[in-house]
Nanobody
Framework: VQLQASGGGLVQAGGSLRLSCAAS????????MAWYRQPPGQQREFVAW???????KYSDSVSGRFTISRDSAKQTVYLQMNGLHPEDTAVYYC????????????????WGQGTLVTVSS
């Protein structure tokens, strides 16, 4: 398994969770890492990406509430989620990819298995 996401669960609105994505050494060292999510009945959507130097970008819906980070010693990417809303309920996936010249994240066909986050109201 090249990408393994974990940390999902059930939390009340306003609560916090931290997701983890363990990556292989090759993937972690070569690629930009990102989180996506897929709400029930909806398409997968971008959440945040982080570059190898620590630069990051967030979707408007999570900016200011979520923080993406990476630990090189553990080859792990994290997503700290604070102030959760019921609409944050989704399966969260980690991804590896690249950034194009406009700063847009482009995923490669490298996905973890997903971890379910459920936020109750």
């Amino acid at each position: 398994v090249q990408l393994q996401a974990s940390g999902g669960g059930l939390v009340q609105a306003g609560g916090s969770l931290r997701l983890s994505c363990a990556a292989s050494r090759t993937i972690f060292s070569r690629y930009v890492m990102a989180w996506y999510r897929q709400p029930p009945g909806q398409q997968r959507e971008f959440v945040a990406w982080i570059g190898r130097s620590g630069q990051s970008k967030y979707s408007d819906s999570v900016s200011g509430r979520f923080t993406i980070s990476r630990d090189s010693a553990k080859q792990t990417v994290y997503l700290q989620m604070n102030g959760l809303h019921p609409e944050d309920t989704a399966v969260y996936y980690c991804s590896a990819g690249r950034i194009d010249v406009s700063g847009t994240y482009l995923p490669y066909d490298l996905w973890g298995q997903g971890t379910l986050v459920t936020v109750s109201s």
